[in-house]
C-alpha cells in the first residue's frame, strides 16, 4: 500500500508492540505519567468521531495541544485513493517530556523522582477516531509541527455569504441550475494555503423554489422559495453521512425528519 507522509519529523520510527492508551505497562513513573497524560488528550469525543481525512484529527490536536506540554511530531496520510472503509487514514505521532517528580499525593506521602523522558506515541486513525496508540522513538527535540493543508475539498469561508447573495439576488426569470452554480463559484474565496481545493456546488430548481449546497458534514445549504424568502436548510447530520442524502442542493428538498 502507498502512503503520501508529510510534515514528519524524519527520527520517528514504531517501536515495540501496539497498545491501546491505558493498556500498557509503564517501565517507570515518568512514563505512566506520559502514557496518561496521552488518554486525556485523546479522550475528548472530537477524537472519537468521524472525519473524512486524518487532516481533521492533526487540527484538532493542533488545537488541544496549544500551550500544552504535548506537541504533534507528525502527521502521516493514506492516500485517498488507497483507503479501506475500516483501515487507518493515517498516524498522528505525539510527544511529551514529563516532570522530573511528581507531586505528593494525600497528605504524607513525598514527590516521587520520575524519568522525565521525552516519551512519544504513534496514534493510529480510522475515519472514526483513534484506533490505537503505540510508543515510538523520540526525535533529538520535541518541535511541533502544524497541521498540513487538505488536499480534500473543503467548503470555502464565505461561502454563506456567496450563496445567500446570489439567492437573494435571483430574477423573476429564474436562470438554470448551471448558470446559479456558476454565479456562486464565481463569488467563493480560494482557501489561502493554496492547497485545498474548494467544495463542489450543486443547484436544484423545483418549481420556484431553488436551492444551492456546498460542503460534506460541513455543509452550506440554502433555499429561495417561492415567496422570495431565503433561509438556511437544517440538515441532521445523519444525513450528511457518506451514503446518505449527502450535502447537496436536492437535500434541501428530501424529507428531512430525524429517522426513528
Known amino acids: 500500500m502507498r502512503f503520501l507522509a508529510r510534515y514528519v519529523t524524519g527520527a520517528l520510527a514504531v517501536v515495540g508492540a501496539a ?30 468521531s468521524h ?55 494525600g497528605y504524607w506521602n513525598s514527590p516521587a523522582e520520575q524519568d522525565p523522558g521525552p516519551y512519544c506515541f504513534r496514534v493510529t486513525f480510522t475515519n472514526w477516531g483513534v484506533d490505537d496508540v503505540s510508543s515510538a522513538d523520540c526525535p533529538d527535540s520535541l518541535v511541533a509541527v502544524p497541521a498540513p493543508p487538505s488536499e480534500r475539498p473543503r467548503v470555502a469561508v464565505n461561502a454563506e455569504e456567496a450563496v445567500r447573495s446570489v439567492l437573494t439576488d435571483l430574477p423573476d426569470d429564474l436562470p438554470s441550475e448551471a448558470d446559479v452554480v ?18 463542489q456546488v450543486t443547484a436544484s430548481i423545483e418549481g420556484r423554489a431553488v436551492a444551492v449546497a456546498t460542503g460534506d458534514d460541513d455543509c452550506v445549504l440554502m433555499a429561495r422559495y417561492a415567496t422570495g424568502e431565503v433561509d438556511a436548510v437544517y440538515v441532521p447530520s445523519v444525513y450528511l453521512e457518506r451514503g446518505e442524502l449527502g450535502c447537496r442542493a436536492s437535500t434541501a428538498f428530501a424529507d428531512l425528519r430525524p429517522p426513528h
Do not use: K
Request: net charge negative.
Open 19 to 48: 497498545a491501546l492508551v491505558g493498556c500498557s505497562s509503564p517501565a517507570s513513573l515518568g512514563e505512566e505519567y506520559a502514557w496518561n497524560s496521552i488518554d486525556n488528550l485523546l479522550a475528548p469525543a472530537v477524537f472519537n
Open 51 to 105: 472525519a473524512y481525512d486524518v487532516v481533521q484529527f492533526a487540527e484538532r490536536v493542533q488545537a488541544a495541544t496549544e500551550d500544552h506540554e504535548i506537541v504533534m511530531l507528525g502527521v502521516e496520510e493514506v492516500d485517498a485513493d488507497e483507503q479501506v472503509a475500516g483501515e487507518p487514514i493515517g498516524w498522528i505521532t505525539v510527544g511529551l517530556t514529563a516532570p522530573d517528580t511528581r507531586a505528593a499525593q
Open 182 to 199: 456558476a454565479a456562486v463559484t464565481a463569488l467563493l474565496e480560494p482557501h489561502s494555503n493554496g492547497v485545498t481545493p474548494l467544495a
